[in-house]
Each structure stands twice: as C-alpha cells, then as structure tokens.
C-alpha cells in the first residue's frame, strides 16, 4: 500500500489512553511499550508510516490533541 | 503535502485535566473547530459548570464565565441579554444539566433564550467520585448505587433531550455521540447546527452527548467506548429531536 | 430637581435606573412586588432588559452573568427569597462581580409573615453565603436615603468590584414620600476592561471565576479579598449620631426603626432625659468608632430592633465591655412603639422622674 499521509504524536502530551490504536483501519498505532513520557504514560506513535492512509480516524478520537495528520 | 487535521485554535495550549481517554477532549475539540470555522472565536462568551468540565475555562479560547453548580444556563442568559449580538453557549454535565440545574436549563430553553447548550451524558458524577447521576443506567452501579441503580428506589434514567424537545422555545435538540469517528463526525455537523440556531435568533438549542468516564466506570478507555455503544445508545438513542427547517 | 412623591419600592427602581441600570433580574415575593414590576414596566422604555426567572437562585445567577458581562445590574428580594440568593451573592463576591441586591425584610425564620422586619442582619453583614467575604450592606432608614444609597451603591459596587447590598426593612418599601433625583447627566460609567464581551481578537480572554484549586492561589485571592474589604472598612462607614457627648443613655437603631427612636428621644428630651442616637447607615462596615465618642458616664447603650437581637452583636463589640449594652426589640410587622421605648429607656435609667 503506497503511503497517502504522514501523522505525527505530541508523544510529551498523550496519555496513552489508546483510543487512536483502536481505530486505525490499518493497525499500525501502537502505545510504546517501554519508554515514557514526561507525564508518566507511555505514548502513542507510529512504527510504519508508509501504511498510513491519512483517514484522521486517530486524530478525531484523541482527547488530547495529540496527533497532526498530512495528507501527501 | 497539506495539513488535513491539526490542533484547533479555538482551545488553548493549556493541557487539560481530563483522566486518560475521557471523551470530553473530544467535546471540547469539537465545540472549538466550530467556533473557529463559523468565526465567532472572538465574539463567544462560554460558560463552564461544575463538575469535571469545571476548569474548561482554561481550555476554551475565548472569553469565559464559570458558572455555579447548575447555573450555566442562568448566567449564560445574564450575559446574553447584555450582549445580544456576541454568542453565548453552556458547556454542561449531566450531574449539573440533569440534577441541580433542572430549573435553569427548562427555563432557559422555555424563554426560548437564544443560547446553546452543550451536554455532555456520561450516566455518572465524575468529577466527585463516581456517585449516582440522574442519567445513571439500570443496573449500572455508582459509588451511591453500590448495588446498581434500581429503578424502584431511584427512578428510571432521566432523557433530558426528549424532556426539553417538547418545550416550545427549545429549536434545536439532538443526541450525538463521540464513540467512534463516524459518530464524532456527525457529533461536530450537529453542534454546528445547533451554533447557527443562536447565530440566526431563532432560540434555544442543545446538544446532547454521550460520553464515557473510564475512570468510574472502571474500564479501560477502549472497554468504554464499547459500554457506551451496548448500553448507552440503547437507552438514549442518537438522532435529531428538533430543527427548524432551515436548518435542516 | 423637582421633588416627587414615591412609594420606597418604585423608587429604589428609579434609582438604579437614574444610576444606569439596564438589567434587572427577579422572582415575586410580598412585600417587594412592585420591584420588578416597576422594572418589567420601565426598563424596556429605555433600552434595558427585565427577566422574571424561574426562581430567586436563578435570578441571582443571572445578575453574575449580567454583571460578568459588564453590566449594571440589580436584583431584589425578602428575606427568605434573601436566603437562596446567598448561593450567587458568594459566587460574585467571590469572582469580583458588583452588582446591588435589595433585599425589603419580612419576618422569619422560615415563611415567617409578609410584614416588615429587619430580621436579616447578621444574613447580610456575616455574609450569608458561604466564604470569607463582605457587602457593603446599606440601611436607608427614609426613601430620600433609599434613593441616594441605591444610586452610591451602584457606584461604589463597580469601585470595588464587589456586591452591594440595600437593606430596607419592610416598612421602608411600602412608605411614600417626596424624594429629588439628583442630576448625573454628567456621571459616565467605568471601563470595565475585565468583563466579558467576546476578545474581538483584541485582547486574551476575560475569564471570572471563583474557583481556585491551588491552595497557595486560593489564599493568595483570600488575602486579596480581605485588603479590599479592609479598604471598604476604611472608607465606607456612614452613621448618623447626635448628643453621644452628654447622653446618659444612647440608643442604637438603624433604618425605619431609628426614625421611631429618634421620636422616642424627643418625647424623653421634654421629661429630661438626656439620650443620644447612633444610627449606623453603613451596616457593614460598621461604625465601630463611633461608640468611642460616647461619654464615659453614660449609663449604657440601648439596641432596638425589629428582630429578637442581631446588631447587639456589633454593639457589643464596639462597646468592648465599656458599659452595658441593654436590647429591646419586636418581630415580624410587631414595630416598637416609641412608648415602649420610652418605658424601655426609663426602665434601664431607673423609673420616673
């Protein structure tokens, strides 16, 4: 699948809640397992970027205003 | 390259209090983006409840008041009438909607007082601990309803839309939710809608949203959104209960 | 100015009109219904806005609303109508929001009676709401005083960004007399740069708020408070008082009650007593300082109110045991008789003579 956008995490504001991991349509959000950030939770990102398909989905499901979505 | 979503400029940089994944971010989020995209930012004065959404003041970009335990609508309808020409919207819960501030939110939409109410149902008090709110399910259990809410002893789950879509001076009243994307897409549609009913001096309107409390209900933010889906929408169904056709 | 005859009630309307009140929120409650109906009658002639809310809770909400937005804004009420506004009384003292309150008593406790009393002292000097706060609290004891408080009052309510309150007793808002309006054409209202009325994208948002969650910011917002009603103390006392030099007795009253005191003294003058009168305007602050200047062989100080004993309180604490502070008082549209005061007086000072 080629990549059709680019979204970034304000990891220092997430509160790793993982709504954004729960609708991803391609499954390619996850929570970081080991490192946390500076509010003590462990953040959201995104490990394969080239799948992403800019639907927003995680970024309308974000309390937190975590998340940036660009469409290429 | 465009950007297709970023942080709205109608919250400010202030990192909210919200427990992890409590939908009123969301909320907050949305009621934002429609003050920016109808550009009345700077012609909003906000009025923020007791209860969790009581720092939102922090939150919202624009003038606002924090409004005692139930009295959004009350104070909202103070400053409308000294200001006709700003728009003026309540931001509320339901322990403050739908218990202590029955009389406030009944008369106001009885005026048919041209602001706009944003409710936020999560069928709990969440701020105080996770006690009984008047829109708490059967069987749902709550730090006062240890034993489940019994509808003998404490009544059936109050619909507030329903309730205030049959006052004459209320224009607009319909139920989201923020659940999934699709819902938050259609949650946003009718709180723009409901934002032009003031903007064009028609009444009184309100949004119901129905939103989870992780923390008190003691699921997972996930979990949560699913209990909202199975046990929430049965009971409170999503949909549009008033609009004058203009709008439509 | 031309003098007009008016009832006490329509003319602490024309008052907060004259003073450029434009809003006025309220709910019907005997024996100060011709409040907002003078108010839904006149406010629209020019340009204002009169609600009857759905309850006195409301009604003083929306004064917060009105007054955070920047508007002179008035509400009245009876005493127990009183009592559930002291929820939005604290919340705009707390959030530095002026605004007047007439409160017209009536008896209690509870539903009490419809007649006049002043049984709502210490609600309105000890704050009745809940908090460390203070109003200004304003006891016009003839309508001509009822006009020209209620106008002060606006203004020193916006001065100080804190809630005022005119205290009448009842008696005042039922009674007619010839009052002047005087001229304020030149008056103009303060800025209120603090209100909200939407940024214009000129400015940060205004924000009024109560709420301090920091105990450190909570203290700090405290300590503010208190230097402003230090302030208030400092400069808003009023008391009228007369022969406190060679009294052998004074008597303290205040509103309609010290204008049956000052007959009382008059008719005791003729049988040659000596009494003299404290007549406290400013309810709080008090006039503490004024009992300095009661000589020191007088036989103590008489408190008479039309309530079973509430500024004794304050007396005594002028008094600071100086001399004996003696009450007599009648409750609930049960006015003192100026008979009952001269026996009362004659009592204390030893019978006839």
């Known amino acids: 699948m080629a990549q059709k956008g680019r979204t970034t995490f304000k990891e220092d504001i997430c509160k790793g809640c993982g709504l954004c991991v729960s609708v991803c349509p391609v499954k390619i959000i996850a929570l970081e397992e080991i490192e946390i950030n500076r509010k003590g939770y462990h953040p959201a990102g995104i490990k394969e970027m080239e799948k992403c398909i800019a639907c927003q989905n995680c970024a309308l499901i974000c309390p937190d205003l975590v998340i940036t979505v660009e469409k290429l | ?248 | 100015m031309e003098k007009v005859l008016m009832k006490g009630n329509e003319a602490v309307c024309a008052a907060a009109i004259a003073a450029g009140c434009k809003y006025f929120f309220g709910y019907p409650i005997t024996p100060q219904n011709e409040i907002p109906e003078y108010m839904a009658r006149e406010l629209p002639k020019v340009g204002g806005t009169f609600i009857q809310a759905e309850s006195e809770v409301a009604a003083i909400n929306m004064v917060y609303g009105a007054a955070g937005a920047g508007a002179r804004v008035m509400t009245s009420s009876s005493s127990p109508g009183v009592a559930l506004k002291q929820e939005g009384i604290s919340y705009c003292a707390g959030a530095e929001l002026p605004a007047v309150i007439v409160n017209m008593m009536r008896g209690g406790p509870g539903l009490g009676s419809i007649q006049p009393s002043q049984t709502d002292y210490f609600q309105a000097t000890r704050g009745g709401g809940n908090g460390d706060y203070k109003t200004l609290v304003l006891a016009p004891a003839d309508v001509q005083e009822l006009v020209d408080l209620t106008i002060e009052g606006f203004d020193k309510a916006d001065y100080y960004r804190n809630p005022v309150m005119i205290l009448g007793d009842g008696f005042i808002g039922q009674m007619m007399e010839p009052v002047v309006f005087k001229d304020r054409s030149d008056v103009e209202l303060p800025e209120k740069p603090w209100a909200t009325s939407g940024t214009k994208g000129e400015r940060k948002p205004n924000i009024i708020n109560s709420l301090y969650l920091g105990a450190e910011e909570l203290e700090e917002h405290n300590i503010h408070l208190q230097a402003k009603y230090a302030e208030m103390a400092k400069n808003e006392v009023k008391v009228e008082s007369f022969g406190l030099e060679d009294a052998e007795l004074v008597i303290a009253a205040y509103g309609t009650t010290s204008r049956i005191c000052k007959t009382a003294i008059s008719k005791l003058e003729k049988e040659g007593y000596k009494v003299g009168l404290i007549r406290p305007i400013s309810l709080w602050p008090y006039p503490f300082n004024e009992f300095e200047k009661i000589n020191d062989d007088c036989k103590g100080v008489l408190t008479v109110e039309m309530n079973t004993g509430q500024m004794t309180d304050d007396v005594q604490i002028a008094l600071n045991g100086r001399m004996p502070s003696y009450f007599y008082g009648r409750t609930g549209g049960m006015a003192p008789t100026p008979e009952e005061i001269v026996n009362k007086v004659k009592e204390i000072l030893g019978g006839d003579r």
């Open chain 2, 1 to 248: 390259m465009t950007v297709v979503f970023e942080r709205t400029t109608g919250l400010t940089e202030v990192e909210t209090h919200y427990c992890p994944g409590c939908t009123h971010g969301i909320i907050h989020r949305l009621v934002a983006e429609v003050l920016v995209e109808l550009d009345i930012l700077d012609d909003t004065i906000g009025v923020c409840p007791v209860g969790c959404s009581v720092l939102a003041y922090k939150y919202f970009n624009c003038d606002m008041q924090q409004a005692a335990h139930g009295r959004a609508p009350a104070v909202a309808t103070g400053a409308k009438r000294v200001h006709p020409d700003k728009f003026v919207f309540t931001y509320q819960g339901d322990g403050d909607l739908a218990s202590i501030g029955t009389a406030e939110i009944v008369h106001a939409a009885h005026r048919g007082e041209k602001i706009s109410t944003i409710f936020v149902n999560n069928a709990i008090y969440g701020m105080t601990g996770g006690q009984m709110a008047p829109t708490t399910l059967i069987g749902q259990k709550a730090t006062t309803a240890p034993y489940g809410r019994d509808e003998e002893t404490m009544g059936m789950p109050l619909r507030m839309s329903e309730m205030l879509a049959t006052i004459d001076g209320a224009k607009f009243v319909e139920r989201v939710s923020v659940d999934t994307p699709a819902n938050i897409r259609k949650a946003k549609r009718a709180i723009k809608k409901c934002f032009q009913v003031q903007l064009e001096g028609k009444g009184f309107g309100i949004v119901e949203v129905l939103s989870t409390c992780p923390t008190n209900w003691g699921l997972t933010p996930v979990e949560s959104l699913k209990w909202l889906k199975e046990n929430m929408i049965p009971y409170y169904p999503l949909g549009n209960f008033k609009s004058p056709e203009e709008v439509e």
